[in-house]
């Protein structure tokens, strides 16, 4: 085994068997790690009024209080404490129970070395993230006073830092990240720690702009320059004069309409389309796209020097699974909105939940969640946030399959077909409801669908 870093990790036993209890603490220490021994629920309990303790391991079946008595009491009094439960093959079933009432796991008896290693390790991972929600509770108005964007880890913390030190300047910043991931809101940070701050962020969705209206809707057009025009009409960019333009899903663009981009990112200059007067604008540019724009240039649908005018600054933002620790705090973030927003006290988020949450795949990242804690809240009685609160295929899609009586861990790519696909089925084979449920694009559903069905089509094959 191994302290994991951390030698002043403290652990009780509690058991009332004395050799038992005494053994284990003599290994544990051992391993490094700061354990003390008790031998029954009574004195658990006294132990830790006076002393701080990261995580206790109880016998199931103790003389007066059980261990299922003792894992409710810390539950309810010292919920960062985490519990593992001991217990022999034929109770099972009441480990079971044990888990359910707030044990994070149970280990077999007699004790194998290696099967306590695992154990702790998980365990103690887990408490360090409980801890850490109660935390994030504290930062989390802190947070919303100065920017939306949330997240401590380090990943996060880099964009976080990047986007200070850029925000300042004028050049062109290209935002990379799966759908969902936050990169409008990176670009709203930007615009509101810069200079120009007071004038207007003008956001384009150039996915949603069909290609024959992309050069109209940006650049404008004058009356008569085509059917429909029917009077003079300003463009995006003019809109955008002295403040900052976000033109998100940028790869969407027609290579005419990127002609034109690149000729006002080079000297600021634009013609609305059917005009001859050339107007000179004062723009800053940022740019989001969840495609490889890297591949679209060698497949020339996406002009190669467009893409280095705009990969001044590139930023890259992680997908969501990447990203785990930072959940609840953004999981705490939509409660607390949604919450306000239908005059409800914001509700806690059970164990069970944080668990199901952390282990999920996240297909649709953040807005994925953001959906995901709406629908808690909306369906939330009693202020507290519980797996039945939740969609019915994110409770079968834990991220384990069971085999002949083994459990076996699926791959992230694996759960995310499973997901998508079921979601796919509860909704009527419906892709519009399907990914707005996911938080996904219908280009990036229908994608994935193709991928899924060539997979299929190939081992049929096969």
């Known amino acids: 085994m191994n302290a994991m870093d951390d030698s002043m990790v403290r652990i009780l036993v509690v058991d009332d068997e004395v050799n038992q209890t005494d053994s284990l603490v003599i290994l544990l220490r051992r391993e ?5 021994g008790v031998y029954d629920a009574g004195q658990a309990m006294s132990f830790l009024r006076q002393q701080d ?23 309810r009094n010292y919920p960062e404490v985490v519990v593992l439960v001991l217990t022999a093959y034929g109770t ?61 880890t380090p990943a996060i913390l880099r964009v976080l830092h990047l986007v200070d ?27 509101s720690k810069s200079l120009r701050r007071e004038l207007p962020l003008v956001i384009v969705n150039c996915g949603a702009l069909p290609e024959t209206l992309q050069e109209s809707e940006l650049f404008g057009h004058v009356k008569g320059s085509f059917t429909g025009a029917l009077r003079d009409k300003k463009g ?4 955008a004069d002295g403040g900052s333009l976000f033109l998100d899903e940028v790869g969407e663009l027609s290579l005419a309409a990127q002609v034109k981009l690149l000729r006002f990112l080079e000297n600021g200059e634009c013609r609305m389309v059917g005009s001859t007067i050339m107007e000179t604008l004062d723009v800053r540019v940022i740019a989001a796209t969840n495609r490889d724009l890297e591949k679209s240039v060698r497949e020339g649908k996406f002009r190669e020097d467009l893409f280095y005018r705009l990969n001044v600054i590139p930023i890259s933002v992680p997908p969501l699974r990447e990203i785990r620790d930072d959940i609840p705090l953004i999981a705490l973030s939509f409660l607390d909105e949604f919450s306000n927003k239908m005059n409800k006290k914001t509700p806690r988020i059970s164990e069970g939940c944080l668990k199901l949450l952390h282990e999920h795949n996240w297909p649709g990242n953040v807005r994925e969640l953001r959906n995901l804690m709406e629908r808690a809240v909306v369906v939330d009685q009693d202020g507290v946030i519980k797996l039945g609160d939740f969609p019915e295929q994110m409770h079968s899609l834990g991220g384990e399959i069971v085999e002949s009586g083994i459990k076996k861990r699926l791959s992230l790519r694996k759960l995310e077909k499973m997901y ?26 229908w994608r994935k669908l193709n991928i899924y069905a060539t997979e299929e089509l190939d081992h049929k094959t096969i």
């Open 32 to 36: 490094g790690f700061k354990a003390e």
């Open 165 to 191: 030190r850029i925000a300042g300047s004028d050049s062109t910043v290209l935002i990379s990240g799966e759908s969902g991931t936050g990169k409008e809101l990176i670009a709203e940070m930007i615009h």
């Open 420 to 445: 998508i696909l079921s979601t796919l089925e509860e909704c009527g084979g419906s892709r519009k409801k399907t990914g707005q449920i996911l938080g996904i694009t219908k280009a990036t559903l």
């Open 53 to 75: 303790i990261d995580l206790v391991i109880t016998d199931l079946k103790m003389a007066g209080h059980d261990g299922i008595w003792l894992t409710e009491q810390i539950r």
């Open 236 to 239: 995006l960019l003019t809109e």
């Open 92 to 152: 099972i079933e009441t480990a079971v129970r044990a888990v359910k009432s707030g044990a994070f796991d149970y280990i077999l008896k007699p004790i194998q070395p290696e099967q306590l290693r695992i154990a702790l390790e998980r365990s103690l991972k887990w408490g360090k993230m409980k801890r850490k929600v109660r935390q994030l509770e504290d930062q989390l108005q802190e947070r919303h006073s100065t920017h939306k964007f949330l997240g401590n």
